[in-house]
């Protein structure tokens, strides 16, 4: 009899959405998760996060993929787009409603201002006041527990009150779009992702997104939220504060100064090596505990 000593059980994603070009900031991720799931002999699944028909685009998607791949960045399995999910959104939808765990919600963004609950907890107004059914509205779910708590593998434990933080909170939009909470807890089951790795900035999602997989029944997948970078203002590297497309750097360079991020000490002879290389030999130097529990990076000159 053999012993499978291999870790098979292990399924990482990346998951960008096609917004722009892929720029360091998102490579870094995409490295990061990529790594973790290659030295644990995992799997790692690419999915194109197209859930928002109107700031996300197909010349995008197909751009991220040729830099992925022109970085050595190879996925396993066929690449999953969100865009084709919506029936199975509409489904979790209607079976979270056939619970009454969700109510239609019409308070526009100007209401909520107008109650100072702009960026606060959602007051529960229109479980109160139900809408009429014949307008359209938002769908919101109820909080039935209230902490959620969690082991980050880089945060460490992490617990969040939803009802002091967030309130019942929206899964489904007014133009009939899921949110990217329901997408994603939906997206990791059925890809039956076992470890996300991504950015800090995610982490204050991941209580709503537990939540959701409690309700909808789904298994908890293991996170690891690493700190984001940013410039020097503390503001995240991204398309919006000048981050260049990593398509137009030099692969060698570029991923270097990326495994520095990283707290690799990558030795010099590395920029002989070919990206799969250089990939190959931070697979076999990497650990998750040499990245600090910190939200933020700066990176002085990006
Ligand atoms: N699509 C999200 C983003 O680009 C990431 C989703 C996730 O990792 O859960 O920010």
């Not at 870094?28 to 030295?39: C, G, L, N, P, Q």
């Not at 996925?75 to 959104?89: G, I, K, L, S």
Request: glycine content about 4%; charged content about 20%.
């Amino acid at each position: 009899m053999t012993t499978d000593t291999s870790d098979s059980w292990y399924r990482g994603r990346f998951a960008p959405s096609p917004t722009g070009p892929l720029h360091i900031g998102s490579l870094y991720t995409a490295v990061a998760s990529f790594i973790d799931a290659k030295a644990h002999n995992g799997q790692w699944l690419l999915r194109i996060d197209d859930l928002d028909p109107l700031r996300c685009k197909s010349e995008h998607a197909s751009q991220i993929l040729k830099t992925l791949e022109q970085y050595a960045l190879y996925w396993d399995e066929d690449v999953f787009y969100q865009q084709t999910r919506y029936p199975a959104y509409q489904y979790a939808l209607d079976d979270l409603r056939d619970q009454s765990f969700v109510y239609p919600c019409r308070c526009s963004r100007k209401e909520l201002e107008k109650r100072h609950i702009n960026k606060g907890v959602y007051d529960a107004y229109c479980f109160k006041h139900p809408p009429s059914s014949k307008q359209a509205s938002a769908v919101r779910i109820k909080l039935l527990s209230d902490s959620i708590s969690f082991n980050d593998q880089v945060q460490g434990r992490i617990t969040q009150s939803l009802k002091s933080d967030v309130g019942d909170f929206i899964i489904y939009r007014k133009d009939k779009v899921a949110s990217y909470h329901l997408a994603v807890a939906l997206d990791d089951a059925e890809q039956r992702i076992t470890h996300i790795v991504r950015g800090h900035d995610l982490l204050d999602s991941t209580a709503r997104q537990i939540y959701l997989q409690q309700q909808l029944h789904l298994s908890q997948p293991n996170y690891a939220h690493i700190p984001v970078l940013s410039d020097i203002n503390g503001d995240k590297l991204s398309k919006r504060t000048g981050a260049e497309d990593v398509a137009l750097l030099g692969v060698n360079h570029t991923l270097i100064k990326v495994l520095g991020y990283l707290n690799f000490q990558p030795p010099a002879e590395l920029v002989t090596y070919t990206g799969s290389e250089i990939l190959d030999w931070a697979i076999n130097h990497w650990s998750m505990a040499n990245i600090k529990p910190r939200a933020t990076l700066t990176i002085p000159n990006h």
